[in-house]
C-alpha cells in the first residue's frame, strides 16, 4: 500500500513537471537545438527505462542483495537530430532479501522490511536509445539504511567485524559443510548482515552470509580451494542463535562474463 501511495504522489509532482517541460519545448526552435521532453512518470518510456535501469543494477553487482524499483522519480528525454535519444532518469529502488547470486527474478523477492533496517538507494541513470534498444551509459547510485529505531526486542544491525557474530558465522558453516545433502565443503564469500537482538538471556545473533563451493567434499579434510567462480555453486545462508540453526538456499552457476562484460560501463 505504501508503495502505491508513493506511486500516486511521484505521478503528480512529474506531472507537474511535464506541464512545464511542454512549455520549454515549446518554446524551443524546431530544428538542431536538442529538445528536451518530460514525459510523465508512469508513461511506458518511464517503465520501460526504469526496467532496463533495474535489470543493469542487479547485474552489475557480484555481492549484496538485488533491488526493486520503488518509484520513478523524474525522467527527461533528450532528443538531438544526430544521436540517439538519451533518457536522464531518477529512480528510488528498495533492498530485497534475495543476494544477487540467487536466479530468483526480482519481481518475486521480498523487499526487506523496515524494522530489519531497510536499505534504500537513490540512483541517477543515463540510458540511450539507440537501434539496438536501450542501454546503460552512466549511473551513479548511493544508499541509505532506514530503520524503526528505539524499540526493545528489535533486531539491530552490528557491524561486519563483530566478534560473537563472527563467531556464529564460522560454527553454523561448519555444521553446515558436515552436513549438508551436496557432500560438498563451502567456503564463506561474503558476508551480507549481521544482527542481534536482546532477549532474556542475553543478545541473540542473527547472520546472512554468501558461499561459494570449493573443492573438497565434506569429509575432506584438506586445503580447501573456492571454485572458479563461473562454475561454482553457491549459496546464501541464514543462521540464527546456534550453529545448528542455519539454513542454506544453493543456487547453480553464474555466468560472469555477462557481470565482467557490464563492469566496464562509466560511473557518473
Ligand atoms: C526507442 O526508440 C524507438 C524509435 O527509434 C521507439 O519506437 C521506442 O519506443 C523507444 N523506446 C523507448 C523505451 O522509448
Ligand atoms: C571493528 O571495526 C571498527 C572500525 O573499523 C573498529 O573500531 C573496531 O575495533 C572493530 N571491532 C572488532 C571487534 O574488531
Ligand atoms: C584442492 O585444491 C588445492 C589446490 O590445488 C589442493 O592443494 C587440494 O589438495 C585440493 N583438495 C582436494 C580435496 O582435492
Ligand atoms: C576461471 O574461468 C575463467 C573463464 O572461464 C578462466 O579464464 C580462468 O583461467 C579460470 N581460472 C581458474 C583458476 O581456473
Ligand atoms: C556465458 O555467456 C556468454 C555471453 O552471453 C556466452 O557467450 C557463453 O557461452 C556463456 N558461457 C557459459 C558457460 O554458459
Known amino acids: 500500500w505504501l ?48 526496467l532496463v535501469a533495474q535489470g543493469f543494477l542487479n547485474t552489475q553487482h557480484t555481492h549484496g542483495y538485488k533491488y526493486v524499483l520503488n518509484q520513478i522519480d523524474e525522467i527527461k528525454i533528450v532528443s538531438g537530430p544526430l544521436q540517439a535519444d538519451t533518457y536522464h532518469l531518477e529512480l528510488d529502488f528498495l533492498e530485497t532479501t534475495c543476494h544477487v547470486l540467487d536466479p530468483t527474478p526480482v519481481s518475486l523477492c521480498p523487499v526487506r522490511q523496515k524494522i530489519n533496517t531497510a536499505v534504500e538507494a537513490d540512483c541517477d541513470f543515463v540510458l540511450a536509445n539507440t537501434t539496438q534498444g536501450l542501454s546503460v551509459v552512466a549511473f551513479k547510485c548511493k544508499t541509505e539504511t532506514e530503520s524503526e529505531g528505539g524499540c526493545g526486542g528489535c533486531l539491530q544491525l552490528v557491524p561486519l567485524n563483530d566478534t560473537d557474530g563472527l563467531q556464529l558465522i564460522e560454527t553454523s558453516l561448519d555444521h553446515f559443510n558436515k552436513n549438508n545433502p551436496l557432500n560438498t565443503k563451502f567456503a564463506l564469500l561474503e558476508i551480507g548482515r549481521m544482527e542481534s537482538q536482546i532477549v532474556s538471556g542475553g543478545p541473540r545473533y542473527f547472520a546472512e552470509y554468501a558461499i561459494i563451493g570449493t573443492n573438497c567434499t565434506s569429509q575432506d579434510d584438506d586445503i580447501c580451494i573456492p571454485q572458479n567462480h563461473t562454475v561454482a555453486i553457491h549459496g546464501l545462508c541464514l543462521a540464527e542463535g546456534s550453529a545448528n540453526r542455519v539454513n542454506c538456499k544453493i543456487f547453480a552457476p553464474v555466468n560472469t562474463t555477462l557481470l565482467l562484460h557490464i563492469n566496464a560501463i562509466q560511473l557518473l
Not at 519545448?25 to 524546431?30: E, K, L, V, Y
Open 3 to 50: 508503495q502505491v501511495i508513493r506511486l500516486l504522489f511521484s505521478m503528480q509532482l512529474c506531472t507537474t513537471l511535464t506541464v512545464l517541460g511542454l512549455l520549454v519545448t515549446g518554446s524551443q526552435a524546431q530544428g538542431l537545438m536538442p529538445t528536451i521532453s518530460l514525459p510523465p512518470c508512469d508513461s511506458p518510456e518511464a517503465e520501460a527505462a526504469a
